[in-house]
């Protein structure tokens, strides 16, 4: 199979690169940004006009949340328009959206076809991503996944370890719920199920499984397996001033795949090497 996969560096594309490097029965195309520059759409079309993809796998997107409130044409460029490049060359193509396309009540389960309500910009740029591919008539998997951490890239669980060895306490919302999600885990799964395999095309849920937790739930679980004396304290998203809503429901149900990926308290574990 021939693989191309962008974004290479990321918190989430680089485990796909190191596991996909692996493979002897795939050839992969693992551009870097002075090599394939995806703002330039001249270049973008140049490179993909010649050669065919058994699969594009984009892991290319502006994930800052709160500065994407401002820097709303940067945002837009990375999370619709080089998609919108992209499917201008009819290849089959697996996509990555996010929890924050959602606004549903704590407590319930959010179904792959529950109502898009994104509460910032950042969301709502991948939910017009979203209807770009929905109104592509050729081979699209978009996973919706929340969470993620990682050894590559700033993420929640890095953030407190390294708070945690100068704060005594840490201030950790409570009342955003969901379920982190391991790279690591998440790759592999899309390797398997996506690559392996060829699922009718569509949207899907990908998180580990287990007990939803909130914030500070998993600040606590982090400190309390590394031995940390730190503390935390709880406190509500709305004491928070910041320029972007975060949902307070991001627990997303797969009820399309018959595998589910592992629960979330095991794939930490093995992030912090305490399996």
Same mark, same amino acid.
């Given at each position: ?87 201008? /060359? ?114 899907? /849920? ?34 928070? @001033? ?32 305490? @399996?």
């Amino acid at each position: 199979m021939r693989i191309l996969l962008l974004g290479k560096t990321g918190l989430l594309g680089s485990d796909f690169f190191d596991l996909l490097s692996l493979r002897e029965n795939i050839e992969l195309f693992a551009p870097s940004h002075r090599e394939l520059d995806l703002l330039n759409a001249a270049q973008v079309n140049a490179f993909l006009a010649g050669q065919f993809f058994d699969r594009i796998i984009n892991c290319v997107g502006y994930t800052n949340v709160d500065l994407a409130e401002t820097e709303r044409g940067r945002c837009k460029q990375l999370n619709v328009q080089v998609l919108d490049t992209i499917l201008s /060359h009819r290849q089959p193509i697996i996509n990555f959206s996010t929890d924050y396309i959602f606004d549903a009540p704590v407590g319930t389960s959010i179904r792959e076809d529950s109502i898009r309500a994104p509460l910032n910009y950042y969301g709502e740029t991948k939910k017009q991503a979203e209807l770009l591919l929905e109104a592509y008539p050729f081979s699209w998997w978009n996973i919706r996944t929340s969470w993620l951490f990682g050894t590559s890239g700033k993420n929640f669980i890095s953030t407190i370890l390294e708070k945690s060895k100068t704060e005594p306490s840490l201030r950790v919302v409570s009342d955003e719920i969901g379920r982190p999600t391991s790279a690591r885990d998440l790759a592999k799964f899309v390797i398997e199920e996506f690559i392996n395999k060829t699922p009718e095309k569509g949207h899907f /849920h990908l998180q580990n499984t287990g007990d939803p937790c909130s914030w500070a739930d998993l600040a606590e679980y982090v400190l309390q397996k590394t031995g940390s004396k730190t503390t935390v304290h709880r406190i509500s998203s709305d004491s928070i @001033d910041r320029p972007a809503r975060r949902p307070k429901n991001s627990v997303l149900a797969n009820t399309k795949m018959l595998r589910q990926m592992r629960p979330w308290k095991e794939a930490v574990d093995v992030f912090l090497g305490r @399996d």
